[in-house]
């Protein structure tokens, strides 16, 4: 399995672009989320999804659109960026079970700068 | 916010000796969880402990919960230069929404 994988790794936006980041797993994983990770805040939960067809707000949803049309695939939009909107990007997944479904997998993050 | 908060903000010490960081939160939890961040990577999930417990190991990780505290610790015996990373704790509230603290750095010197 590669595991959870996100694409690009790297990007670099001028204010005002839009572009989607891309994340997918392999693990038939059933939950999905996308957080920020900035200096000093921690992760910060950006939208997450309990299935396909599904997605919900986490903590800091403005600016930032998800849809969820299939298992494997959970893409973040950015619809107009800002420099706020630089940081690092994780995607998550975990499986379901109820002793399971807490255990999160992370990709390797996509590190975005706004100019 | 429900986010946690990890005490201290970083710790340095020699390999073989133990390492422990403790995590604040606010609200009641479902749960609280544990995870490590190598510099530039992803986050590794390494231990959960639900709210009706109070100790749980797993290798030479030792996680303590105190729920009327609102706390937790995470105990590395015997520390490896490998343990070098950032360590967050995570609580879960409904089991959908997860909120993480900011982090411990741990540098462990061999």
């Known amino acids: 399995n590669a595991g959870v994988t996100q694409t690009p790794k790297f990007q670099v936006l001028k204010t005002g672009q839009s572009m989607t980041l891309q994340c997918a797993q392999d693990m038939n994983h059933e939950y999905m989320s996308w957080y920020r990770q900035d200096p000093g805040m921690g992760l910060r939960l950006i939208h997450y999804s309990v299935g396909a067809g599904i997605t919900d707000q986490g903590e800091v949803p403005n600016g930032y659109n998800v849809s969820r049309s299939t298992t494997e695939d959970f893409p973040l939009r950015l619809l107009s960026a800002a420099p706020s909107q630089t940081s690092v990007y994780f995607c998550?997944?975990?499986?379901?079970?109820?002793?399971?479904?807490?255990?999160?997998?992370f990709g390797p993050g996509t590190r975005l700068t706004v100019t | 916010s429900q986010q946690g908060e990890e005490d201290p903000q970083a710790l340095s010490i020699q390999e073989g000796e133990n390492a422990t960081m403790n995590c604040s939160y606010k609200t009641s939890i479902n749960n609280l969880q544990w995870y490590r961040q190598n510099s530039g990577r992803g986050l590794v999930h390494l231990i959960l402990i639900r709210s009706n417990e109070r100790e749980k190991h797993s290798g030479r990780l030792r996680v303590t919960l105190d729920t009327s505290k609102k706390s937790s610790s995470l105990l590395i015996t015997a520390s490896r230069a490998a343990d070098t990373a950032s360590y967050f704790c995570?609580?879960?509230?409904?089991?959908?929404?997860?909120?993480f603290g900011t982090g411990t750095s741990l540098t462990v010197i061999p």
């Open positions: 995570a609580t879960g509230l409904t089991g959908n929404q997860f909120y």
């Open positions: 998550a997944s975990s499986p379901p079970g109820h002793r399971t479904k807490y255990e999160q997998y």
